[in-house]
């Protein structure tokens, strides 16, 4: 009994990098946007405590060519612009979460520029609009908006967690 509990022991120590080597591989994945899992309205993303995201992000780090910190303007592939372009945008938006290394940083909303109501927080606007001093292929992601007398919002974008990230991999410009 002694002898197969020592096995399975030994047997278990050699699988355990096996076993939790996925988590070191998700921890590390870097700066990434992600859809939510159910699609959660922009709505009701205020209100809920913990979101969860989708599987896979929309972009991940190896889907930037570059990430212009002082305006956010984000590079893409083209495979990558290409598909976040043929998103289907409602006017009410779609809900995405900035994470790193799978942990979330903030969220925001693809909004719909063609939308008559307004969404005050972090927005990615679609279509995709290029203007001339951006790179192609590129998407911005907007800084949160407050009325004139309100106090000003902090800008989540600016966190130090996601600049080290995209320094690490070499895509901040």
Known sequence: ??????????????????????????????????LTKDDIPVSQ?????????????LIGINDIEGYHWDTHDVELTVETYEKVSQL?????????VV??????????AFWAMYSSSWFDGITIWYPLIIYDEMPANSITIRAATSPSNAPPIEDLR???IIKDSLEEAGKLK
């Open 1 to 34: 009994m002694k002898k197969i509990l020592v096995a399975a022991s030994i047997a278990i120590m050699l699988l355990m990098p096996l076993i939790f080597g996925g988590c070191n591989s998700s921890e590390r994945e870097g700066f990434a946007i992600y």
């Open 88 to 96: 289907k945008v409602p006017t009410s938006g779609v809900s995405f």
């Open 45 to 57: 993303m205020e209100a809920l405590s913990r979101v969860e995201i989708a599987d896979t992000p």
């Open 99 to 108: 994470c790193v290394d799978r942990q979330p940083i903030y969220w925001g």
């Open 158 to 160: 600016l966190s130090p």
